[in-house]
C-alpha cells in the first residue's frame, strides 16, 4: 500500500535560490520547514527528492505535494477538492 503525501499547503512556496546549490524538497508533506525537509518523513516511505539550482533567482516550490513538475510547481494545488 502507498502512502499519500500530506498536503502541506495549497499555494507554491518562492524561495531564492542560488545556483549550483543543492536543496532538499519535503515529499511528504510533513517537514514544518516547508518546502524543505526537516527529517519528518521518518518511518514513512517518503524520502526527500534532492534538487540543484540551475541558476540564482526565485523558484515557486509544490507545497501541495501533487505536482507532476517536481519539486517545483505546476499548479496542481489548483485542482485540488476543498
Not at 29 to 57: L, N, V
Request: proline share 5%; hydrophobic share 30%; aromatic share 8%.
Amino acid at each position: 500500500m502507498s502512502e499519500k503525501p500530506v498536503i502541506a499547503g495549497r499555494e507554491s512556496i518562492g524561495v531564492e535560490v542560488e545556483e549550483g546549490k543543492t536543496y532538499s524538497w519535503c515529499t511528504c508533506g510533513r517537514s514544518a520547514k516547508q518546502p524543505f525537509c526537516d527529517g519528518s518523513h521518518k518511518d514513512t516511505e517518503f524520502m526527500p527528492m534532492k534538487w540543484e539550482a540551475t541558476k540564482t533567482g526565485k523558484v515557486f516550490f509544490c507545497a501541495c505535494k501533487q505536482t507532476s513538475n517536481a519539486p517545483l510547481c505546476d499548479g496542481s494545488h489548483k485542482m485540488l477538492d476543498d
